[in-house]
Nanobody
Framework: QVQLVESGGGLVQPGGSLRLSCVAS????????MAWFRQAPGKERECVAA????????FYADSVKGRFTISRDDAKSTAYLQMNTLKTEDTAVYYC???????????????????WGQGTQVTVSS
């Protein structure tokens, strides 16, 4: 497992942007698949983006395609989620997650990740 610390959430108006960061410590970051999940009140936790930083392209949920971008800087052991054109329905607690995945694959189910950040609130409201 790795330890994950998130930052970057906040209040933003519809149409605005935010960038979430997730700093990992404890293991070789490049061997880990990274993902961003979100959970709104009364809803299940859903994967909005996932990546292993290798040749396989990232995964995006249909609801965020074209608006969100997942990226990573292995030298800084940091993953990012750039969120543009935010909508009120993007309001949720966002979590980064990691799991050891040295091959060219990454999971998208919450139960498949064993390291989680503390969560950061994103509120989209006018």
């Amino acid at each position: 497992q790795v330890q994950l610390v998130e930052s970057g959430g906040g209040l933003v108006q519809p149409g605005g942007s935010l960038r979430l960061s997730c700093v990992a410590s404890g293991r070789t970051f490049s061997n880990y698949a990274m993902a961003w999940f979100r959970q709104a009140p009364g809803k299940e936790r859903e994967c909005v983006a996932a990546s292993n930083g290798r040749s396989r392209g990232p995964f995006y949920a249909d609801s965020v395609k074209g608006r969100f971008t997942i990226s990573r800087d292995d030298a800084k052991s940091t993953a990012y989620l750039q969120m543009n054109t935010l909508k009120t329905e993007d309001t949720a607690v966002y979590y980064c997650a990691a799991r050891y995945a040295p091959g060219n694959w990454y999971p998208t189910g919450a139960h498949e990740y064993d390291s989680w950040g503390q969560g950061t609130q994103v509120t989209v409201s006018s």
